[in-house]
């Protein structure tokens, strides 16, 4: 409890600080870091471009490590499902970062495939039962079918400089590849080394990276904390989908204000 007073203290400092504490506790419950949520509330408070997708890659980097160890912690991870996912997506996401496409046709049909996938998820969830384990069907188990996914996931991370959680969560559940507590035990370190090779990326290319706040610093900290406990020990899976639904639905809606200039 002492932990929390200077917290708040620091929260009440900046008031950007409290919605992005509150964006990562929700995308850290489910295995995500929030990138999505930040550009938006910084774009909202006036922060301009150039600081705004590293500061948001910075924060990723920092919630995405605290769910790492929270759901590995918890005994959620599973490295074979991990390791060739983010092996293939680290260069495909270096690749995607020095590719410009026309952002209107991007965000529209990004928006699109996600919130399509949420409204899939949605009903899906309705009738959600835990089921056990399911084994790796033959396509997954393929030497070639994991890294593939992998590359592309890894590319569209580049390309809208998010991490990429957004895309691999409802790949890997539309595929049933794991029970959803295990998917975002994958999801939360393949985000973090996604959002490195973004860093990495953008310093290569000359890009210095902004100096992040203290108050900033603090929200992320704390939501990553809050949240990552909450779904690696806390939450049934069943709340967890309800949840990625939501970061789904939150992550279009974002792309779909960019596409029409809000």
Same mark, same amino acid.
């Given at each position: ?73 918890? *005994? ?7 390791? &060739? %996912?983010?092996? @293939?997506?680290?260069? !495909? +996401?270096?690749? =995607? $970062? ?103 990326? *953008? ?7 902004? &100096? %992040?706040?203290? @108050?900033?610093?603090? !929200? +992320?900290?704390? =939501? $990553? ?38």
């Amino acid at each position: 409890m002492k932990l929390l007073v200077p917290l708040a203290l620091t929260l009440a400092i900046e008031g950007i600080a409290v919605p992005i504490f509150l964006i990562a506790i929700l995308y850290a419950s489910v295995g995500h870091a929030g990138a999505t949520g930040y550009i938006a509330i910084m774009t909202l408070w006036g922060m301009e471009p150039s600081v705004v997708r590293p500061t948001a890659l910075m924060l990723n980097v920092i919630v995405s490590a605290i769910g790492t160890l929270q759901f590995a912690r918890a *005994g959620h991870f599973r490295a074979g499902l991990f390791c &060739p %996912l983010a092996i @293939a997506s680290v260069p !495909a +996401a270096l690749v =995607g $970062g020095a590719i410009s496409l026309p952002s209107s046709l991007f965000e529209g049909v990004v928006g699109g495939v996600l919130i399509l996938a949420a409204g899939r998820m949605a009903r899906d969830t309705w009738a959600f039962k835990q089921p056990p384990t399911p084994p790796l069907t033959p396509a997954i188990r393929s030497a070639l079918f994991l890294p593939a996914l992998g590359a592309v996931t890894g590319l569209l991370a580049g390309l809208t400089g998010v991490g990429g959680g957004v895309f691999l969560t409802p790949a890997l559940l539309w595929l049933k590849a794991a029970p959803v507590k295990t998917i975002a035990a994958v999801t939360a370190p393949f985000i973090l080394v996604n959002s490195l090779a973004g860093l990495a990326g *953008g310093w290569a290319a000359g890009r210095d990276w902004p &100096p %992040l706040n203290l @108050a900033m610093l603090c !929200a +992320a900290v704390g =939501g $990553g904390i809050v949240g990552s406990h909450l779904g690696a020990f806390r939450l049934p899976s069943r709340t967890l989908r309800f949840l990625i639904v939501g970061v789904l639905a939150m992550a279009s809606l974002k792309l779909f204000g960019q596409l029409l200039g809000f």
